[in-house]
């Protein structure tokens, strides 16, 4: 069974950074998939970045490019996803969730392939 336990969010205003971490137990990179994706109210749970389990392929949601950095530390078992330039529009619950995936599989963020997921931890971005 992977345990996943996020951690990170916050208030923080227009323009701020914040980092989110996802912890995931040991061994899990070595055969897993990694995704962090959102839900705000109202609205279907969205990719907004994913990492394979190689590590080597990242992917990432338009709205997020450029502003949201997705990065990984085996010895920590932990990934990240740092994100600046926030806008009010990334107020959302941010989930992480594992895929477990052959090693050459290149990275996908449909929420429906992931597997295991995590509590989650909200986001807010307001002035």
């Known amino acids: 069974q992977v345990r996943i336990a996020e951690s990170g969010g916050g208030l923080v205003q227009p323009g701020s950074s914040l980092r989110l971490s996802c912890a995931v137990s040991?061994?899990?990179?070595?055969?897993?998939?990694i995704g962090w994706f959102r839900q705000a109210p109202g609205k279907e749970r969205e990719g907004v970045a994913c990492?394979?389990?190689?590590?080597?392929?990242?992917l990432y949601a338009d709205s997020v490019k450029g502003r949201f950095t997705l990065s990984r530390d085996k010895t920590k078992n932990t990934v990240y996803l740092q994100m600046d330039s926030m806008k009010p529009d990334d107020t959302a619950v941010y989930y992480c969730?594992?895929?477990?995936?052959?090693?050459?599989?290149?990275?996908?963020?449909?929420?429906?392939?992931?597997?295991?997921w995590g509590q989650g931890t909200q986001v807010t971005v307001s002035s």
């Open positions: 969730g594992a895929r477990r995936e052959i090693l050459t599989a290149l990275p996908t963020c449909a929420s429906d392939e992931y597997t295991f």
């Open positions: 040991q061994f899990t990179l070595n055969y897993h998939a």
């Open positions: 990492i394979s389990r190689s590590g080597a392929n990242t």
